[in-house]
């Protein structure tokens, strides 16, 4: 809705008045210059205020500001020129005619700023150039047309010259200002077009007085009228909508293209009124403005010209400064035609490939190429042709093979383009590519080979896998996994780099005993892959499995001086209907840790069940994990007893796991916990809870002891001896009180870094035994070395006591020899009463077992604690 204090409302009424009295002026018929005074002045005042409002609403803009200011002067300059032309119309250049060229000019200044166009001093010289043809051609144009015939009736030529000069210099500038306006981006562009409207209707105007006046009758009412319309037009613009961008590109090259339009027009023109009949005397003002047409459409050939010779010479710098380029850079640069004939080449043809440049200049380039690849240069080089509807733009790169003049092929690289100066020729650029090819296929080889081997690695053996079973028609495919048993201690022993020689010498051994159609990889580590294509017979993968085991065990490795004995433990799995490769690979692995677990050196092939029990463990390793966080886990104590007295010396901790109301027994779940490493904060919480419990005892005044079992992983843990420590300090139980267990094999596996830390708990004043003592082979050789105070009999010897002669000699012996060190005998497992008989009867002092007390809870410690400190 429009309110009527809207100024769009009275400019939009002007307008209507304005076309309304327009029309009302053709019909009356009334004085020309009268009512072109009035009409004007009106229009112009109006347009002046109009403006002026706008300069102010947009004067955040200045273009828009400042142009509406210089337009609105203009028209007021241009009505008082109008105003002046009734009262000076006997005068040939008068003060109104002035003023109407000043208002003109100064308008045409308004359109530019409103355009807010600016442009070098190279281009501005164009435009001006180009504006002066246009209003010389249309001068031409209307000369043959009407004012040939004004000025035959005219009787003062100098007074047609005058009196024409002023309409002249307004359409001289009319087309000086319309190009700017019209290829306009600034949102003031549609101010500008207005502005142009009302320049062009003042133009018209001006000449239309001068005609009528050299003719001596009144202007007629028309023409008159064009100027007030437009300027109540210009007046409405800017209270208007606002337009949108100017023309694109379409308008810049119609204006681009205008002046030479209108100077052919002109030209044509002329040439028929020359050929249409005799002419009188050629007249020196109309002969003078051709001339200057020509002379100036001579100089722009000019200008054209040298422009066009200096870039041709830019474009010769810069081929030539790409020439040398490219031959810096070790390429060769060639023209040739689309034949493939060589017309020029560079000299670095010479360093690059041998050949001197006149050997090939004027042969072909498809002698030196690979047979292979000239197929598909020369379509690639008909595609380039000089055929323009079907060539293909830009460059071309070609990737070939090229002979050099001592007979290799090189791989090259090459672009060609069209040359620039000679459409028929092509500039070629080439670049030996050996050096990269080379790296490409050594970084090829290393991302699929192991470095230290020289075998295909994990990635090449797991993609050739998947590539074999997708291509598989029939017959059995295995996988076979082999792990060097030991390998480890070569690392620790004599280093990595002689281990990663050892790994290279089983390397060259494995790949002895593989066929040639198996594929033989290093999975990593000490672990190698073999994938064997069987042909539906099974036992040629099993063959070719201990084929490899007696490979690695059947002499020694020479490493670092020394021999080294290895075995290997294998793995073989087989494939199955619509098994994936990932499966196969994991199943074959399976099989190899099972081969390890029974004590290597031997071939085991998957089954099912192996599957299941590594599923089994992982299960059970995430419910350990889950137990120690919910403290499922209890502790039960075994008495140990004097087995003089009967009485209670010490309690031995043993873990249990109740897992909901499922008892799990402690040989199904420590060995996994031992695995993954759970058994060290495992071991923590039983040592915690444990000395907790026996320092509240002792508290009591009983004056009993804690034993402990130790594993390997808890003994090897970065803070072992400082959890110990900290255990006995937060429990207020005595260093001598507790008894740490550790067996035969513990001493010897690692047995440096063991007795350095089980030293260090001796020196905390805790107590070692041995566990299971007999049953290992070094132990009389660590007691001289680790100052132990007890030592368990294995339950295996005590079992046998009464029934076999050897085991009852054997325990005969080991009680003797402990008394003999001064250390404490414990027996273990005593489940009969003559076995308990026996072992006082041999001097040992100390025992545990069902017959003497079972395991009882910390509760069932109390219960005997109060009612006797026996059992």
């Known amino acids: 809705m429009i309110r009527w204090r809207d100024p769009r409302v009275p400019l939009t009424a002007a307008v209507a008045v304005g076309v309304v009295a327009f029309a009302a002026a053709l019909l009356t018929g009334g004085s020309g210059l009268l009512t072109g005074a009035v009409a004007g002045g009106l229009a112009a005042l109006l347009a002046a205020a109009s403006l002026l409002g706008a300069s102010v609403k947009s004067a955040a803009h200045r273009p828009t500001a400042l142009g509406a200011r210089w337009m609105g002067g203009g028209a007021v300059i241009w009505a008082a020129g109008v105003a002046l032309r009734p009262f000076a119309d006997s005068v040939v250049v008068s003060f109104a005619d002035l003023f109407m060229l000043l208002g003109t000019v100064v308008t045409a200044g308004g359109a530019l700023i409103a355009a807010d166009r600016r442009f070098p001093a190279g281009v501005a010289l164009r435009h001006i150039t180009d504006s002066y043809l246009c209003a010389a051609s249309l001068f031409l144009i209307g000369w043959v047309v009407t004012l040939r015939h004004v000025y035959a009736e005219t009787a003062d030529p100098p007074a047609f010259t005058l009196i024409m000069l002023p309409p002249m210099i307004a359409l001289l500038v009319t087309c000086a200002v319309i190009p700017s306006v019209l290829t306009s981006k600034a949102p003031s562009w549609l101010l500008g077009l207005a502005g142009v409207g009302a320049l062009a209707t003042m133009t018209?105007?001006?000449?239309?007085?001068?005609?009528?006046?050299?003719?001596?009758?009144?202007?007629?009412?028309?023409?008159?009228?064009?100027?007030?319309?437009?300027?109540?037009?210009?007046?409405?613009?800017?209270?208007?909508?606002?337009?949108?961008?100017?023309?694109?590109?379409?308008?810049?090259?119609?204006?681009?293209?205008?002046?030479?339009?209108?100077?052919?027009?002109?030209?044509?023109?002329?040439?028929?009124?020359?050929?249409?009949?005799?002419?009188?005397?050629?007249?020196?003002?109309?002969?003078?403005?051709?001339?200057?047409?020509?002379?100036?459409?001579?100089?722009?050939?000019?200008?054209?010209?040298?422009?066009?010779?200096?870039?041709?010479?830019?474009?010769?710098?810069?081929?030539?400064?790409?020439?040398?380029?490219?031959?810096?850079?070790?390429?060769?640069?060639?023209?040739?035609?689309?034949?493939?004939?060589?017309?020029?080449?560079?000299?670095?043809?010479?360093?690059?490939?041998?050949?001197?440049?006149?050997?090939?200049?004027?042969?072909?380039?498809?002698?030196?190429?690979?047979?292979?690849?000239?197929?598909?240069?020369?379509?690639?080089?008909?595609?380039?042709?000089?055929?323009?509807?079907?060539?293909?733009?830009?460059?071309?790169?070609?990737?070939?093979?090229?002979?050099?003049?001592?007979?290799?092929?090189?791989?090259?690289?090459?672009?060609?383009?069209?040359?620039?100066?000679?459409?028929?020729?092509?500039?070629?650029?080439?670049?030996?590519?050996?050096?990269?090819?080379?790296?490409?296929?050594?970084?090829?080889?290393?991302?699929?080979?192991?470095?230290?081997?020289?075998?295909?690695?994990?990635?090449?053996?797991?993609?050739?896998?998947?590539?074999?079973?997708?291509?598989?028609?029939?017959?059995?495919?295995?996988?076979?996994?082999?792990?060097?048993?030991?390998?480890?201690?070569?690392?620790?022993?004599?280093?990595?780099?002689?281990?990663?020689?050892?790994?290279?010498?089983?390397?060259?051994?494995?790949?002895?005993?593989?066929?040639?159609?198996?594929?033989?990889?290093?999975?990593?580590?000490?672990?190698?892959?073999?994938?064997?294509?069987?042909?539906?017979?099974?036992?040629?993968?099993?063959?070719?499995?201990?084929?490899?085991?007696?490979?690695?065990?059947?002499?020694?490795?020479?490493?670092?001086?020394?021999?080294?004995?290895?075995?290997?433990?294998?793995?073989?799995?087989?494939?199955?209907?619509?098994?994936?490769?990932?499966?196969?690979?994991?199943?074959?692995?399976?099989?190899?840790?099972?081969?390890?677990?029974?004590?290597?050196?031997?071939?085991?092939?998957?089954?099912?069940?192996?599957?299941?029990?590594?599923?089994?463990?992982?299960?059970?390793?995430?419910?350990?994990?889950?137990?120690?966080?919910?403290?499922?886990?209890?502790?039960?104590?075994?008495?140990?007893?004097?087995?003089?007295?009967?009485?209670?010396?010490?309690?031995?901790a043993l873990v249990r796991w109740w897992r909901g109301s499922v008892f799990v027994p402690p040989e199904q779940f420590l060995g996994p916990a031992e695995d993954t490493g759970l058994i060290v904060p495992l071991s923590e919480w039983i040592l915690r809870e444990a000395c907790r419990e026996v320092a509240a005892w002792r508290a009591s005044s009983w004056d009993i002891g804690l034993s402990l079992n130790l594993s390997a992983r808890q003994i090897t843990a970065p803070r072992f001896v400082e959890t110990v420590r900290e255990a006995l300090e937060e429990s207020g139980l005595p260093a001598s009180a507790l008894t740490l267990e550790v067996i035969e094999e513990m001493l010897v596996e690692d047995a440096e870094e063991t007795i350095k830390r089980l030293s260090e708990l001796r020196a905390l004043g805790v107590r070692l035994a041995i566990d299971d003592f007999g049953t290992g082979y070094a132990s009389l050789a660590f007691l001289r070395q680790l100052p132990v105070d007890m030592i368990k009999i294995d339950p295996s010897f005590v079992s046998g006591l009464g029934k076999d002669d050897t085991l009852t000699l054997l325990t005969r012996t080991i009680v003797r020899l402990g008394h003999d060190l001064g250390l404490i005998v414990v027996a273990e497992g005593i489940e009969r009463p003559e076995q308990l008989e026996l072992l006082k009867r041999m001097g040992c002092t100390r025992g545990q077992g069902f017959l003497v007390a079972r395991p009882m809870a910390a509760r069932g410690v109390d219960s005997l604690m109060r009612t006797s400190l026996t059992v």
Not at 241 to 247: H, M, S
Not at 418 to 446: C, K
Not at 553 to 582: C, I, M, Y
Not at 620 to 643: G, K, M, N, T
């Open 204 to 652: 018209v105007a001006g000449l239309a007085a001068a005609v009528a006046r050299l003719d001596g009758v009144d202007p007629q009412v028309w023409s008159v009228m064009l100027t007030p319309v437009a300027l109540l037009l210009l007046a409405a613009v800017p209270w208007g909508p606002r337009g949108g961008e100017a023309g694109g590109r379409a308008v810049g090259d119609v204006i681009a293209i205008m002046p030479l339009a209108l100077v052919a027009a002109a030209a044509c023109t002329l040439l028929a009124h020359l050929t249409s009949g005799p002419q009188g005397a050629p007249v020196v003002g109309v002969v003078a403005v051709a001339v200057s047409v020509v002379l100036l459409l001579l100089m722009r050939l000019f200008v054209v010209s040298a422009a066009n010779v200096r870039l041709r010479g830019l474009v010769k710098r810069g081929e030539r400064q790409l020439r040398e380029l490219a031959e810096s850079t070790g390429d060769v640069v060639l023209l040739c035609d689309y034949e493939g004939v060589v017309h020029e080449i560079g000299t670095g043809v010479e360093a690059t490939y041998g050949y001197r440049p006149e050997e090939l200049v004027g042969g072909s380039i498809f002698d030196y190429i690979h047979p292979e690849d000239v197929p598909g240069i020369q379509l690639a080089l008909r595609a380039m042709g000089l055929d323009e509807d079907t060539a293909t733009p830009g460059a071309c790169l070609i990737a070939c093979r090229v002979r050099a003049s001592d007979g290799t092929w090189r791989p090259t690289e090459s672009v060609a383009t069209r040359h620039v100066g000679r459409d028929e020729l092509m500039l070629v650029t080439t670049r030996d590519i050996s050096d990269e090819e080379a790296l490409r296929n050594q970084v090829a080889h290393l991302t699929f080979h192991d470095g230290v081997t020289g075998l295909p690695n994990r990635a090449y053996f797991e993609e050739r896998t998947r590539e074999v079973l997708s291509g598989r028609t029939s017959g059995h495919v295995a996988v076979i996994f082999l792990d060097l048993d030991g390998f480890t201690s070569v690392n620790d022993s004599v280093g990595h780099a002689s281990g990663d020689y050892l790994l290279g010498q089983a390397a060259r051994r494995l790949r002895g005993a593989v066929r040639a159609d198996d594929t033989l990889a290093r999975w990593g580590g000490d672990e190698f892959a073999v994938l064997v294509e069987t042909g539906g017979d099974a036992q040629v993968a099993v063959d070719l499995a201990e084929r490899l085991v007696r490979a690695v065990s059947q002499e020694p490795f020479r490493v670092a001086d020394r021999d080294v004995a290895l075995t290997a433990s294998v793995g073989v799995a087989f494939t199955e209907d619509d098994l994936p490769a990932a499966d196969l690979i994991r199943n074959a692995d399976v099989a190899m840790a099972r081969s390890k677990e029974l004590g290597g050196r031997r071939v085991e092939v998957f089954a099912a069940q192996m599957h299941a029990d590594v599923v089994r463990r992982l299960e059970l390793a995430a419910d350990l994990q889950r137990a120690l966080i919910e403290q499922q886990f209890a502790i039960e104590y075994q008495p140990v007893v004097d087995l003089a007295t009967s009485r209670v010396t010490a309690v031995e």
